[in-house]
């Protein structure tokens, strides 16, 4: 009954329509057409049919039907079966049926529902709705048979008609009454027939029976019908969607259902774009949890979504050409279509994944193991959408993780993500809530690769969408700029500042919620709130003003900031009050502008009204001042200002300037403390130049005024400051350069100008000064260094020679007075420098964290400006100071070190921000030649000098300077979460011009550069070899100047320092820097081939490092050697072979270690430093050489057997780097990369021949002979250290042991017996010595010993049972018996004090035991039994023994 009441259903619509139209035909009195009852022809059909209750119509009236439908089947079969005639009464009744229905109009009544036949209001029949006759007749068996074959041979004729009146397709009808019939007499034959039928139908009727199929068939035929319908799919596209419906409808086998599925996979790509959805779904509904990757892998690889919509071009040329042709609305579904059906695919795609587990899975796998850029696809995205959307079993977290693993591989980038949002964008807009999660989650990340990927989400989601999507979009920026967290903060803001710049229009709606990020200043940095100014006031006063309402609210938050007192807000307040100057004052050529090209009047009298506005609120305070001039300086640099608005800024500079610093030269100049007034440092020809830049006297009016600042009132006259000295004439130097297009001939004299200083003897004798004039004295020669660091910036882009040597004299002039303000620093403690970089927090709190280091400066190292730990220095850069750290650490000279130390004075690491930043365009300089002087003779020096030549500490100076900027802006350094006491001191401050660069722009200067790098690289070899040949190979020889040696070894090394920072670049790795990486190695590929500028990426690659390789015979120090490796290891990673290179870098490396190391004093080198460069350059060697545990071996077994039999002060004759001091760095690295390289051998396989298994035993063996080697070294070096080393690596060891190693003993137990055996003897002394060292731990009670007792013991007792497990598995488990291990020290002593008898391993007898029993094993069964059991996972958890708990409670 259930099957009649669903076809009840199905067909409910047809049967209203038809009835109401029967009551119709009815009504209108048609019944006259209906043949006298008494016709003496009537057949046995139509007797028949009457008697049962059926009175049969014709032309347009439905028959009409007196009984319920199952009376009238009744009395049929009864008057068959019970006349005198049967059987042969049934060939009678079919054929007056055959007859009745050769009629069309009759044929179509009797597919038609009867209509309930009303006699005199008496309603005689069970229910409203009949069965058709021919159905009704179907439901009588001995007739089915042959009916079923008549409506199937009708069907044919009727194929071609179409629709006929009132919508009816007689096909379809006849297909309608085979459809949930009670019971099938044939079904197999029925099956036969439809398919038969299928074969020769159209297509309209192909469809219809093939969608039918399991709605007539019974289960016992599905199986067949498939497989028929699998080979139709095969030759048929077109029914793809029928076929698939049938199909997923059907009762069908695994087996059956995997066939179909790979069948319908095969034509996937052949299938048409609508039909799509129905496809996919098919062959996800379809997959079971064993097969699920297989099948997503299949289905993603096949899935070409790239290809089913048209390129906006294409789409847009097709519509205008078919609007020629006036079909245009054909063309604009077109588009829409192709989404709808991807649309529709996704949605089968989430429902499969909502309700299947496996699937969710199956795809995140799929994903996952995508490992080339190529690989990926537009639906690998839509896929993580969409798992991210519905979060079904968790994938949200899964789908996050993916995405983060892919971008930070490079392997899923902007350009996929571009051509997603450009094809897909409607289909997109349904996952915009997951996306912006996405983004959000991805700017949020610690990880600085990922973040620019949720930048181009964010940019996209807002080209791509509506307004609403827009508005959460600049919603969502604003929030990551109020979080104040560095890295979100940026890249939120510039993703701002590009969307004004690309839709300006869109972004002046939401103006007011950008506005709102005012309120949260206090967080962000000066170089964002000149971004957030200059994104604010483009968006007010940009060129269409389409902000305009918020430019009210701009001009009041501007003023309250430039009228507080708080120096914080006033620079808030002039930083964006030059911004809004920059915005409004910009030049535009095509803007609305009067005709003569002016400014509007109203425009530039505000421009005028807030530039006078900043500069009456900034005369107040000095560091105000400075940085109005600072910021003004910048505006004219990056910014195209107009004519008018520059003129005007220009205008008073040149007189100011003169009028407050430069003084003419006369007899008297007043001078304070009793220091004698000097004009120093002319570099005019003339004596009589005229002019000098004022110090001296300023600064001595400078701290007077101070001093009567606290007493008496704001004074009538103007103050001039020191400290406005250097921005000034930054904001004077633009000036020049823009108006008179880089000609600075106008303020040329200031570059050669003397200075009014005093006599500099000083600083000899400064602890008999006074603090103040100490203070003053320090203060002076801060100044001096600014001015000329200033000087250099201006005048560093001048083609002169004359310029040109100027520019490197002023270098000079700085090295020297950094010599001499280290030591007036060193006898000033506590002493507060000037502020020189206007924009940071500059107040007391972060004075006294740099004014702090003096004295640990003493001991820091010496000379010129050193790298700063923590100040975004890598480990390398700070081994600088190597040599003298060298010197310093030897004890024989205590009393000439102590003098020296002295007169050396502290480091100017930490006084770094109170320099002004040198631009990032002074590094030019470094493309003049080396002068070093070995080799000039005093002869030579006149002519020498007419070329422009740095000398060493000018070159060491420059190449610490570009080292610092390159690491602050190409070294990704993790954007990590502030603490919650954030430190004050900013890693940013002294790099406020370079902020301003992008990284690429900076990689590309670099780039430029290289040549000159190259040619200063090659010098510093040149001079080493020269004086290597001089001395006859020594590098300490009497000829060696020790300083000229120091500055030329640190040169040495910042070249490679830079070199490799460059080459580390990330950027390179992006697609879109390959030809900016090529250019670079090029330069390096040229110096040793010439001419390669058609050469692949990997072939330059090989010629670099072979150009690099050469300087590996002239290092100077072992610091130098290691920056010289990592060179080569970076280079090497940048072709696609890196293996190749491992061999020569493992090469190297070794000989750097084979090396004696000294100093140019003659010292061995030595100290924290140098451990640290041992430790890496360790590390590369075991990390590039092709054998680890050869090479460890190699050093445990001959380096260290030397060392041992070495006397006191010698060390190892091979390695001459290992020495007593340098031991457990040795010890150390070996430990770890040997347990490293356990780890990397694969696990044993009961698959496995014998041959692989013998391999890795043989690796195993090796492994445990060089631990055990180690192990037992510990006897000889037992210091603190080396014993902590041996416990940790130790236990990871054995945990590696029993992960790894253990199965392939279970499996070769029977094959190697003598291999097994031998391997666990060795394994067993060592282990035995490590319960020695926990004992010796326990005695001694060092908990950083003891911290590592609990876990180890629980190894060694896994080991034990672990060994049994195996020996049990091979049946030999008579062989394994426990004794009592005796607690002895690390001399083998015993511990009388613990009472402990610790269970421990098989003692040495037990083997010969083993193989006595186990030889007898026959072959065929060790082979069976051998099986892989990886079950003994290590826990963690501490444990110890029952003796050594019992020992503790005591």
């Known amino acids: 009954m259930m099957r009649k009441k669903r076809r009840t259903c199905l067909d409910k619509g047809e049967a209203a329509a038809t009835t109401s139209k029967a009551k119709k035909s009815r009504s209108n009195g048609r019944q006259t057409k209906e043949p006298a009852p008494e016709d003496t022809n009537e057949s046995v059909f139509s007797v028949f049919l009457r008697e049962a209750g059926v009175t049969l119509k014709q032309g ?135 398919m038969e039928l299928v074969s020769v139908a159209a297509v309209e009727v192909q469809r219809d029976i093939i969608t039918s199929l399991p709605e007539i068939l019974e289960d016992s035929q599905h199986n067949d019908i498939a497989r028929e319908l699998n080979s139709l799919l095969q030759e048929n596209t077109q029914l793809t969607v029928p076929i698939l419906d049938a199909l997923s409808s059907l009762n069908l086998s695994y087996s059956l259902l995997t066939e179909v599925r790979g069948a319908v996979m095969t034509t996937l790509a052949a299938v048409q774009l609508e039909d799509l959805p129905v496809v996919v779904k098919f062959i996800l509904h379809s997959v079971s949890a064993s097969d699920a990757y297989e099948v997503v892998c299949n289905l993603r690889k096949k899935l070409e979504l790239e290809q089913c919509v048209l390129p906006p071009v294409l789409q847009a040329s097709r519509s205008r050409t078919k609007s020629r042709a006036s079909e245009a609305s054909t063309s604009t579904p077109a588009a829409g279509s192709s989404q709808d059906s991807v649309a529709l695919m996704l949605d089968g795609i989430k429902s499969a994944v909502r309700f299947q587990k496996v ?16 690989g990926h696809k537009v639906i690998d995205l839509l896929v993580l959408f969409i798992l991210h959307s519905t979060n079904a079993n968790q994938s949200r977290w899964g789908a996050e993780r993916v995405l983060k693993v892919k971008v930070r591989a490079g392997l899923i980038q902007d350009a996929l993500l571009q051509r997603t949002f450009r094809d897909y964008a409607q289909v997109m807009r349904g996952y915009f809530p997951s996306i912006l999660a996405l983004a959000q989650s991805l700017l949020r990340s610690p990880d600085p690769c990922v973040v620019p990927f949720g930048g181009h989400m964010y940019r996209h989601s807002f080209t791509a969408f509506d307004s609403y999507c827009q508005q959460e979009v600049v919603g969502s920026l604003v929030t990551h700029v109020c979080s104040g967290v560095g890295g979100e903060v940026d890249m939120a803001l510039e993703l701002l ?120 609120s900034s005369e107040s305070s000095p560091e105000a001042a400075a940085l109005y001039y600072d910021e003004l300086a910048n505006l004219i640099l990056s910014s195209a200002l107009h004519p008018q608005v520059q003129q005007k800024i220009g205008k008073s500079v040149l007189e100011d300037f003169q009028e407050d610093f430069v003084v003419d030269l006369g007899p008297e100049i007043q001078s304070p403390f009793h220091f004698t007034p000097r004009v120093m440092y002319n570099l005019e020809d003339k004596e009589t130049s005229g002019i000098a830049i004022n110090l001296l006297p300023l600064l001595a009016k400078d701290m007077q005024n101070k001093g009567e600042h606290s007493q008496t009132v704001k004074k009538a006259h103007k103050q001039v400051s020191l400290l406005c000295l250097s921005p000034f004439f930054r904001l004077l130097r633009l000036c020049e350069d823009k108006q008179n ?99 940071g927090e500059c107040t007391d709190g972060v004075l006294l964290s740099y004014a702090a280091p003096v004295n640990k400066a003493k001991k820091d190292g010496t000379g010129k ?122 890693k940013s401050v002294g790099f406020s011009h370079l902020q301003q660069k992008s990284s690429k722009d900076i990689a590309s200067y670099c780039v430029q550069l290289l040549p000159a790098l190259c040619s200063h690289l090659e010098n510093c070899h040149n001079h080493f070899q020269t004086l290597l040949s001089e001395n006859n190979g020594v590098v300490d020889g009497p000829a060696t100047d020790v300083q000229e040696h120091e500055l030329m070894s640190s040169g040495y090394q910042l070249l490679l320092q830079v070199l490799n920072t460059t080459f580390s670049w990330s950027g390179f790795n992006q697609p879109g820097q390959r030809s900016l990486l090529k250019k670079a190695l090029g330069v390096l590929a040229e110096r040793l081939k010439g001419g390669g500028s058609e050469l692949t990426l990997e072939q330059l690659v090989k010629h670099s490092f072979e150009y690099l390789v050469n300087f590996g015979s002239t290092m100077p120090s072992l610091s130098t050697a290691l920056c010289l490796s990592q060179l080569l290891s970076t280079v090497s990673e940048k072709g696609g072979n890196p293996a190749a290179y491992r061999e020569n870098t493992a090469s190297l490396a070794k000989h750097f270690l084979s090396q004696d190391w000294v100093t140019a004093s003659g010292q061995k080198e030595r100290g924290n430093k140098f451990n640290e460069a041992l430790h890496t350059l360790l590390r590369i060697y075991l990390e590039h050489v092709d054998d680890v545990l050869k090479a460890v071996e190699e050093i445990a077994q001959e380096g260290i057997t030397e060392l041992v039999n070495a006397s006191k002060d010698e060390g190892s004759a091979s390695w001459p780097t290992l020495n007593r001091q340098t031991f457990l760095v ?37 492994a445990v002979r060089d631990f055990h080697i180690l192990v037992n070294l510990v006897k000889v070096f037992d210091s603190r250290p080396v014993l902590i080393a041996c416990l940790k690596y130790g236990r990871l060891f054995l945990e590696s ?28 002394l060592s282990t035995r010595q490590l319960h020695h060292m926990c004992g010796h731990s326990k005695i001694h009670q060092d908990t950083s010993l003891t911290n590592h007792v609990p876990a180890l013991k629980k190894c060694l007792e896994q080991f034990v049972y672990r060994v049994k497990a195996m020996l049990t598995l091979n049946n030999c488990q008579e062989a394994f018996w426990i004794g009592n291990l005796k607690n002895r020290n690390l001399k083998g002593e015993e511990i009388l004090s613990q009472r402990s008898q610790g269970s421990e391993e098989e003692e040495d007898d037990d083997e010969e035991e083993e193989e006595q029993q186990c030889s007898p094993l026959p072959q065929d069964q060790s082979e069976d039994e051998a099986q892989e059991t990886d079950s003994t996972k290590v826990n963690r958890e501490d444990d110890v023994d029952q003796d050594d708990i019992t020992d503790d409670s005591d």
């Open 741 to 839: 297009q880089g000609d600075l001939d106008e303020i040329d004299g200031l570059l050669g100008c003397p200075l009014i200083l005093m006599d500099m003897d000083v600083v000899e004798k400064i602890e008999s000064l006074s603090k103040a004039e100490r203070e003053f004295l320090c203060t002076l020669l801060f100044h001096t260094i600014n001015w000329f660091r200033e000087v250099i910036n201006g005048f560093c882009k001048q083609k002169e020679t004359d310029m040109k040597m100027k520019v490197i004299t002023r270098l000079q002039n700085i090295s020297y007075l950094q010599t001499l303000l280290e030591r007036a620093l060193a006898g000033t403690p506590g002493y507060v420098p000037p502020v020189a970089n206007f924009d």
């Open 1226 to 1262: 040795f010890y150390k690295v070996l430990m770890s990369e040997l347990e490293k390289a356990i780890r990397k051998i694969p696990a044993g396989k009961v698959s496995d021949n014998t041959e692989a298994q013998s391999e890795k035993l043989l690796t195993w063996n090796l």
């Open 359 to 374: 699937i969710s899975e199956a795809w995140l796998k799929a994903i996952e193991s995508v490992d080339e850029e190529d």
């Open 497 to 616: 500042c590009g969307l004004v710049t690309e839709k300006p229009s869109e972004m002046a709606l939401y103006a007011v919620f950008v506005k709102g990020i005012l309120e949260y200043m206090d967080n962000l940095a000066p170089q964002q709130i000149r971004r957030l100014f200059h994104l604010l006031s483009r968006l007010a006063f940009g060129q269409q003003q389409q902000g305009s309402h918020i430019q009210d609210d701009m001009h009041i938050v501007i003023r309250k900031q430039l009228s507080s007192t708080v120096p914080k807000y006033k620079r808030i307040g002039i930083i964006g009050a030059v911004m809004i100057v920059g915005s409004m004052g910009a030049f535009r050529p095509k803007g609305k502008e009067s005709q003569n090209g002016s400014l509007p009047p109203e425009t530039f009298r505000q421009v005028t009204a807030l530039l006078e506005l900043v500069k009456s």
């Open 1297 to 1324: 042991f029993l992960k790894l190693g253990m199965p392939l003993l279970d499996n070769s137990f029977k094959r190697h017996m003598e291999d097994v055996q031998s391997l666990l003897k060795t394994f067993q």
């Open 60 to 194: 347009g009236t439905s028959n009409e039907i007196a009984v319920d439908q199952v009376v009238f089947q009744k009395r049929i079969q009864k008057q068959l079966q019970k006349s005198p005639r049967y059987p042969g009464i049934v060939q009678e009744f079919t054929t007056g049926l055959e007859s009745h229905i050769e009629d069309p109009e009759r044929f179509r009544n009797c597919l038609l529902p009867c209509v309930p036949r009303l006699s005199d209001g008496d309603s005689s029949c069970g229910s409203s709705f009949q069965e058709s006759l021919l159905r009704m007749l179907l439901g009588i068996e001995i007739l089915q048979t042959f009916i079923i074959n008549t409506l199937l041979e009708k069907l044919p004729k009727f194929m071609f008609d179409g629709t006929g009146d009132g919508g009816l397709s007689i096909p379809h009808t006849i297909i309608n009454q085979l459809k949930w019939l009670d019971r099938v007499v044939d079904s197999k034959e029925l099956a036969v027939k439809l």
């Open 865 to 986: 400006k050193r790298k700063a730990p923590g100040k975004n220095s890598s480990e390398s850069s700070s081994q600088l100071e190597e040599p003298n750290e060298a010197d310093k650490t030897q004890q024989e000279q205590p009393e000439k070190e102590k003098e020296k130390e002295i007169r050396q004075g502290v480091s100017l690491v930490s006084y770094r921000p109170f320099f002004r930043e040198l631009d990032m365009e002074v590094l030019g300089v470094l493309r003049s030649g080396l002068l070093s002087r070995s080799l000039l003779d005093s002869e030579l020096h006149t002519k020498v000098r007419e070329e422009v030549l740095l000398g060493p500490a000018e070159l060491v100076f420059l190449l610490e300077d570009m080292l610092r900027k390159l690491e602050f802006s190409l070294t990704a350094a993790p954007a990590k979460r502030p603490p919650f006491f954030k430190g004050r001191a900013d």
